[in-house]
Nanobody, 116 residues
Framework: QVQLVESGGGLVQTGGSLRLSCAASGFTSSRYAMRWYRQAPGKERDLVAAISSVGGSANYADSVKGRFTISRDNAKNTVYLQMNSLKPEDTAVYYC?????????WGQGTQVTVSS
């Protein structure tokens, strides 16, 4: 059974930090690029950060560059999103995504709320 389970979301004040985790099971996650998306109420789901299967390449949305860091531990089948200097506009449900050719898996999401 394929699963992506996000954790680490919560309520934090502006300027604070959170680390999201995404635990993969039921498939060989090391063969997949991993991505974090977010969706705020009434808005589309947007790509936040992505990391290659071997972890050698990472990309970020302009809005989070310099504040967020994506990483992965293939031995633990887990991908992380370290979020620093959080802003109210970072408030959203954050989703983990595993992708390779013709295959796309999603987690259930974790809520991040940044208070002003």
């Amino acid at each position: 059974q394929v699963q992506l389970v996000e954790s680490g979301g919560g309520l934090v004040q502006t300027g604070g930090s959170l680390r999201l985790s995404c635990a993969a099971s039921g498939f060989t996650s090391s063969r997949y690029a991993m991505r974090w998306y977010r969706q705020a109420p009434g808005k589309e789901r947007d790509l936040v950060a992505a990391i290659s299967s071997v972890g050698g390449s990472a990309n970020y949305a302009d809005s989070v560059k310099g504040r967020f860091t994506i990483s992965r531990d293939n031995a633990k089948n887990t991908v992380y999103l370290q979020m620093n200097s959080l802003k109210p506009e970072d408030t959203a449900v954050y989703y983990c995504n595993a992708v390779r050719t013709y295959v796309n898996y999603w987690g259930q999401g974790t809520q991040v709320t940044v208070s002003s």
